[in-house]
């Protein structure tokens, strides 16, 4: 898998739009982006993936500029309950690939 | 429709012993994985299975076994428990797309392991 860059920590308030950026500057031709939230306890639970342009889902959107070196996860008006750890992956991840995680983006949502 | 079910939840072992985590999933998932989290840390993974039949080591295998004799289990053995075993350990599985590509992966709700 593509070496990933992403900020240890970010703080945020409830009901802003909170955007947390992925480097991925070794990204191959065949590699998805796909972004993982964690909560305190739990595993973590798959939020969105995509290969180019703009995903949106009902958790969240993926920006991923026309070079594919980055990608931006943004996640609408966050509340308390948004406070987690996000993990950004990337990789073609064929049949034989291992899925290696990161350490991941701690996010806390302050009132 | 029960996803990834992880048992047992948690578990005290003494030093030296040995134990299976049980992981089965009911998705018809082919890739299976399993990991583990120290405190503060993220993800490590242990031991990941493409299929029934076929197992190969992650980043960190030692002192642990697995095996996948059909596509819903997949256990995790601890051979000779140590201290240094302690932690959580997740279970994941996903579906492969028609080209190969994961769709994203399903994760248990893991296992609290302490060695003492």
């Known amino acids: 898998l593509a070496k990933t860059t992403q900020p240890i920590s970010m703080d945020s308030y409830e009901g802003q739009e909170v955007n947390i950026t992925c480097s991925h500057n070794?990204?191959?031709?065949?590699?998805?982006i796909t972004w993982y939230q964690q909560f305190p306890s739990q595993g973590p639970r798959f939020i969105i993936q995509g290969y180019k342009t703009k995903v949106t889902n009902e958790v969240a959107s993926l920006f991923i500029p026309a070079d594919r070196k980055s990608s931006t996860l943004s996640l609408p008006r966050v509340s308390l309950s948004d406070t987690a750890v996000y993990y950004c992956?990337?990789?073609?991840?064929?049949?034989?690939?291992?899925?290696?995680f990161g350490k991941g983006t701690r996010l806390h949502i302050l009132p | 429709n029960a996803g990834v079910t992880q048992t047992p939840k948690f578990q005290v072992l003494k030093t030296g012993q040995s134990m299976t985590l049980q992981c089965a999933q009911d998705m018809n998932h082919e890739y299976m994985s399993w990991y583990r989290q120290d405190p503060g840390m993220g993800l490590r993974l242990i031991h990941y299975?493409?299929?029934?039949?076929?197992?190969d080591q992650g980043e960190v295998p030692n002192g642990y076994n697995v095996s996948r004799s059909t596509t819903e289990d997949f256990p995790l053995r601890l051979l000779s428990a140590a201290p240094s075993q302690t932690s959580v350990y997740f279970c994941a599985s996903s579906s492969l797309r028609l080209a190969g590509y994961h769709y994203g992966y399903t994760f248990g709700s893991g296992t609290r392991l302490t060695v003492v």
């Open positions: 992956l990337v990789g073609a991840l064929n049949r034989d690939d291992k899925i290696i």
């Open positions: 299975s493409v299929g029934a039949g076929i197992t």
């Open positions: 070794n990204i191959a031709t065949n590699d998805y």
